[in-house]
């Protein structure tokens, strides 16, 4: 069962060769089995995930459920849950049960899917690699000694190690599209606004944004399908017509324009990488898609421009975390100056701290205009180069990240050579547009992914083209040795 | 050396919204600590501020009372700095595009003349909640009291147009009975409704640089207000005429013991980091939105004060008086209407009634004695059933609660005695059971006549039980007496 698509799933629960009650059990029991190699899950609720899976059982014997109902999926634990702790990857919350569930928590609940537990991640989503978890890093099925990216790392190695068929996510700067690219799934971090922010523990709130991962990109619509909604509770939250995703999935793409943007193949891009990416942009252009290189000019500026507004957003963000409502707070403080430091240099770690100081640097008196000023403008040129070319293209193709997964510890003392792996990725959080990633090819046995970066609203289309590209190839089916 | 002070006024208003700005939790005063604050309030992770549209209408109000440019799009900001009743750790409040620009609000001086202050901006933001280090707790702990977190409020930035204690307190007046009149506070000062910051300096009279100023933080009376600038003025004039100068600085003033001292100086300051807040979208307002609320703004305290010169001929002390109070000025109207006696209706309403409610720490809304009960008792002081001093003795029944005047009157027997055949009745036998006093009057020179009056007077009214109409027994007793001589 584990080796199943969502849609195939839903199709056996509908035509009832297994109940949810048993797909629940089966991927608990992989759960128990696996995990301990992957460290992808960290809070496992089997008895609400078997009476969730009960009750799906009774909506689906009506034979009128939702397509998600009885479907067992993760939720990375940056979600709020209901009586739930949600840790955010941080000893900062480790002790944290939500009185409330996310939004998008909510909307699985609703059509029926089965939380089966709580996914690992970098810590408040601030990391490429998963090595900054309060709980540890998550190994990368394709090859244990290597890392699964980040920040949505432990999402996307339950998913590649099949210990559950989908799994929420969210994207600041390329958290749900790289660790799908390094862990061989698909990915989308739909545009800014489309899912509902409610809920979700906020990095940078002008670029965060949750999104599904799977398997395919038709589980993926599947996904979205349920997770995309307006929500009053969320002012940035976008008041527009939802359309079903999976409607358009059989559109051809021929006539289809692909925009290649030359940025994103120049130095830095690994050679293996990068004949995998070419490889997948010709099978598109045998099917009739038309390729044209395009320019983003401002490309080289936008890790620079993140790497101020991301900070400075989260160094306010994360003032809420100062010992005295919950969360963490230091043993005996002093005083209240002495609870406020320890409390948030013992509950945060380095990468965290390294975040705040940056932001509140940025935000400084004297220093504002230099940086955050500097960055929103750049943000806005950013924009300008994405509109320009959506004018003459209907999708942008590239490489998800510069290379495969790599070694733990490989980039570890050096936090801008960490930086450089959303290289790809953070334009289209500060332009608030939506990005995907779906496995186009393999390197050394580790998976490569191609991005597809859409207009704003395109999800549709993305997802169609995606799903057209994984009926012509099959690097979405492969799976690491261990999980099949 | 002549100084001249300068004041400015920063005014912190809470909005009478029924829920906070930036969540669904009441706002109402007094509850158990935090009992009205939900999970937005206490800045749980993940939880998201959303605006409250009707706190957007009330700072839109008065900008248009006050005559101000109302800006289409504002924008709020996160103001960063840690302290345990802010539980984001950043307060959101606009800075650089607020939602009220420049204005004016003219206020009156007791010598009559008028003088225009004017308003730099006003903008709105969301309260902290309280620390409280006194109380029961254990280890020296301090208590978070989060109910007020996320209360709306207006902050109104003045210019420092004002050169004297006086002209502060007038403005500050002036801008209460402005928010109590189009209804966007309630006013309760004891409460915290209206905070006010202080911002003085003095220079040399002639200079037109201005001096360092210092800030007297969150005064919440005039009383406090007048005697913390009345003291600062003191103290930065002996500091200069010592030699010494003034330091900008933020300082406290505590009513109770008559003690300020400075909190931190400019030097300690907080860097704020202010930045727009990525949570909430600018605020846009369109012509139409301003407009419809123009055309629904209640009448103004200037306005009302007019108008009540003209339409009841009051006084312009009296009309003053009534129009800066909005519940006292509808109180006053219902009870003129009703009345159909504007100037007794006004001496009651500014006389006794205020008194009594001043005296029970009550308000013109909570006043045991209706509009309507206090009117029923003018008309019956106007129709001559009871005298003003009788009317005292209704007044005061009916703040007892025992009913409607003309029913105090009737149980009380109160009603006076205005029937001519029966005071012509009494007042002859008063003067046939008192010869002496017919002869003392009779025989006492024209001139001092008058003052032996009293005593009939007294006399008759007791025969009377006090009901005797005072005006017609004066008449009678002179016609009888008159024709002794």
């Known amino acids: 069962m584990h080796n199943y698509t969502i849609a195939q799933l839903i199709k056996g629960l509908q035509n009832k060769e297994f109940s949810s009650v048993e797909l629940t059990q089966h991927f608990l029991d992989r759960i128990s089995q696996l995990n301990d190699d992957y460290n992808a899950v960290i809070t496992v609720t089997s008895e609400q995930a078997l009476s969730a899976a009960v009750l799906a059982d009774q909506r689906l014997a009506t034979g009128d459920a939702p397509a998600m109902c009885g479907v067992p999926i993760l939720h990375k634990d940056i979600f709020c849950t209901n009586g739930v702790r949600t840790s955010c990857g941080s000893k900062m919350l480790d002790n944290f049960v939500p009185p409330y569930d996310a939004t998008v928590v909510e909307n699985f609940a609703r059509d029926g899917a089965v939380m089966l537990g709580k996914t690992n991640m970098d810590e408040f989503a601030m990391g490429s690699s998963n090595e900054t978890s309060f709980y540890g890093p998550v190994k990368n099925p394709w090859a244990t000694d290597s890392v699964p990216g980040g920040s949505s790392g432990g999402s996307a190695a339950a998913i590649a190690a099949r210990l559950a068929p989908g799994a929420t996510a969210t994207d600041t700067g390329g958290s749900i599209r790289q660790p799908a690219a390094l862990c061989g799934i698909s990915g989308l971090k739909p545009t800014y606004g489309r899912v509902s922010r409610w809920g979700m523990i906020a990095f940078a709130s002008s670029l965060d944004q949750a999104g599904p991962m799977a398997r395919t990109a038709e589980d993926c619509a599947i996904m979205l399908n349920c997770m995309a909604s307006f929500d009053e509770k969320d002012s940035t939250s976008v008041n527009q017509s939802i359309p079903d995703y999976t409607a358009s999935l059989g559109n051809s793409v021929k006539g289809l324009k692909i925009g290649i943007p030359k940025e994103y193949f120049s130095e830095g891009l690994d050679p293996g990488t990068e004949i995998a990416v070419r490889k997948a942009l010709a099978d598109f252009e045998t099917q009739g898609a038309q390729l044209v290189e395009i320019s983003l000019p401002n490309s080289h500026l936008s890790v620079p421009a993140y790497y101020v507004i991301a900070p400075a957003e989260a160094s306010a963000n994360l003032s809420r975390f100062d010992g005295v409502k919950y969360g963490y707070r230091c043993v005996d403080p002093k005083d209240l100056q002495d609870m406020y430091c320890r409390s948030r240099t013992e509950g945060f770690g380095e990468e965290v701290q390294r975040r705040i100081l940056i932001g509140t640097y940025c935000l400084s008196a004297g220093y504002y205009d230099a940086y955050y000023g500097k960055a929103q403008q750049v943000r806005q040129l950013i924009q300008q180069d994405f509109s320009d070319a959506f004018k003459s293209v209907d999708l942008i193709m590239g490489p998800t990240c510069p290379s495969p997964a790599f070694k733990f510890g490989a980039k570890g003392d050096d936090p801008v050579a960490m930086y450089l792996e959303d290289i790809y990725t953070i334009a289209t959080n500060l332009a608030g547009l939506p990005g995907m990633s779906v496995p186009c090819g393999m390197v050394e046995k580790k998976p490569v992914g191609l991005q597809i970066i859409g207009n704003y609203f395109d999800e549709a289309r993305m997802l169609n083209v995606a799903h057209q590209f994984q009926q012509i190839t099959d690097w979405h089916n492969q799976a690491p040795e261990a999980a099949q | ?485």
């Open chain 2, 1 to 485: 050396m002549n100084w001249e002070t300068v004041i400015g006024l920063e005014v912190h208003v809470q909005l009478a919204t029924k829920t906070k700005i930036f969540s669904a939790a009441s706002t109402s005063f007094g509850a158990t600590p935090n009992t009205q604050a939900c999970a937005i309030d206490l800045a749980m992770p993940g939880t998201l501020p959303v605006l409250n549209k009707q706190a957007v209408n009330y700072a839109i109000m008065f900008g248009l009372a006050i005559d101000a440019k109302i800006c289409q799009e504002s924008v709020f900001e996160r103001k960063n700095y840690f302290y345990p009743d802010l539980p984001k750790g950043y307060q959101t409040t606009q800075l650089e595009k607020p939602i009220v620009g420049r204005g004016s609000v003219t206020i009156q001086l007791a010598d009559g003349t008028e003088k225009a202050i004017g308003i730099h901006h006003a903008h709105l933001e969301e309260d902290a909640g309280k620390s409280t280090h006194e109380g029961d707790l254990p280890y020296g702990m301090s208590g978070v009291d989060l109910n007020r977190a996320g209360t709306p409020l207006i902050e109104i930035v003045s210019e420092p147009d004002m050169r004297s204690a006086e002209e502060a307190i007038a403005f500050a007046k002036k801008l209460h009975s402005i928010v109590t009149s189009i209804k966007i506070c309630d006013g309760e000062m004891s409460q915290g409704s209206m905070r006010f910051d202080v911002n003085v300096s003095v220079r040399p009279v002639g200079s037109s640089t201005l001096g360092t100023r210092t800030e007297t933080k969150n005064l919440n009376s005039y009383k406090f207000m007048e005697e913390a600038i009345e003291r600062e003025v003191e103290r930065q004039i002996d500091l200069i005429e010592d030699g010494g100068t003034v330091a900008q600085e933020t300082r406290l003033y505590n009513g109770d013991t008559k003690v300020a001292k400075s909190m931190r100086s400019k030097e300690e300051a907080n860097d704020y980091r202010y930045f727009p807040c990525p949570d909430l979208l600018p605020v846009l307002v369109s012509d139409e939105a301003i407009e419809a609320l123009r055309r629904a703004l209640p009448e103004l305290p200037d306005a009302r004060q007019k108008r009540f010169v003209s339409q009841y001929a009051l006084s312009d002390y009296d009309s003053e008086i009534i129009a800066s109070d909005s519940n006292m000025s509808a109180f006053f109207e219902t009870v003129a209407e009703d009345s159909s006696n504007a100037k007794l209706a006004a001496n009651w309403v500014m006389g006794e009634l205020s008194g009594a409610l001043n005296t029970a720490g009550l308000s013109f809304i909570e006043s045991p004695v209706t509009a309507q009960q206090l009117a029923g008792m003018v008309v019956r002081i106007t129709d001559n059933s009871i005298s003003g001093k009788m009317a005292k003795q209704v007044f005061e029944a009916m703040w007892q609660g025992e009913g409607t005047a003309d029913e105090i009157i009737q149980t009380k027997g109160l009603k006076q005695v205005s029937d001519s055949g029966a005071l012509e009745k009494i007042v002859a036998e008063v003067l046939d059971g008192n010869p002496a006093m017919v002869e003392d009057f009779i025989n006492t020179d024209e001139s001092k006549r008058k003052k032996k009056l009293g005593g009939f007077m007294g006399q008759i009214m007791k025969a009377s039980k006090g009901q005797a109409n005072p005006q017609q027994v004066n008449q009678i007793l002179l016609q009888k007496l008159n024709a002794l001589l």
